[in-house]
């Protein structure tokens, strides 16, 4: 139980229609599992309130919540629902991001409103979920924020929205670590390679026209472990590291969780 009555706002904890389990649903299970309370926040209520359920489920707490992360208002209402119920936030996960399903696209062809949308969900949603829930992590003198990011931050990534908004989320989880380590509180991204996720081989496969396992087979042969993407209990499982008191020294830290693929992009 290594975040035993701890509680963790996890946005984006809902996931998009696919076969697998999204990194915001596995982490949000996996917090409780060792003892978090979790709030669950998502865009799609029905889809939070599926990650609530199958918390309870298993024996958890957790409740959901609505909000948008492009409309600071839902954000901060969010917020102020989470400490009004809970009385203090000790665990923020930012899990949201969208490429394809925003309209991301190569430099030449991407449109002013598809990157404004991408910049708006990846990276300025991430900077307002901070903006207000680190007042309470400060005056309590303590709290871990956990950023995700992506590989595509540092590799050959096509879609310019994604890739530079993934790159900002490091330079973001930085500035976050630095200016907040004297209240006490921590910052870490985690960069998923290639995983199997809804998000990562659902969604490109309803864009492209393939099949999933088409989509799947073409991203296995890619990972250099085993030649198999990993999962969103992978990065799940990183997250809890990062929140526990055994990361309780590392700050401003990027954890590839790749299955090797930035060995070869290094």
Not at 164 to 186: C, D, F, M, S
């Amino acid at each position: 139980m290594r975040l035993q009555d701890r509680i963790a706002m996890v946005v984006g904890a809902g996931q998009s229609p696919g076969e697998t389990m999204g990194n915001g649903r596995a982490t949000a299970m996996v917090f409780a599992r060792h003892g978090a309370q979790v709030v669950a926040v998502d865009r799609d209520l029905a889809s939070a309130e599926e990650t609530v359920a199958m918390i309870r489920d298993e024996g958890g707490k957790a409740i959901a919540l609505q909000a948008d992360v492009t409309e600071e208002t839902a954000i901060q209402a969010a917020v102020a629902a989470c400490l009004g119920q809970h009385g203090r936030i000790d665990i923020l996960h930012n899990n949201v991001g969208i490429s394809i399903a925003g309209g991301d696209a190569e430099i030449t062809e991407i449109t002013v409103e598809a990157f404004d949308r991408c910049v708006a969900v990846n990276l300025r949603g991430m900077v307002l979920a901070c903006k207000h829930v680190l007042p309470g992590m400060r005056a309590q003198g303590s709290g871990v924020i956990i950023n995700i990011s992506s590989l595509a931050a540092w590799s050959a990534y096509p879609l310019v929205a994604y890739k530079t908004t993934k790159a900002a989320v490091i330079a973001l989880t930085e500035q976050l670590a630095i200016q907040n380590a004297p209240y006490g509180v921590r910052a870490n991204v985690i960069l998923p390679g290639l995983m199997d996720t809804p998000m990562a081989v659902d969604t490109r496969a309803r864009t492209t026209g393939k099949s999933r396992a088409e989509v799947a087979a073409g991203r296995d042969a890619k990972v250099p472990l085993r030649g198999k993407m990993g999962t969103g209990w992978d990065v799940a499982n990183a997250a809890l590291f990062l929140a526990s008191d055994e990361a309780g020294f590392i700050t401003g830290a990027a954890l590839p969780v790749d299955g090797g693929t930035s060995v070869n992009v290094g």
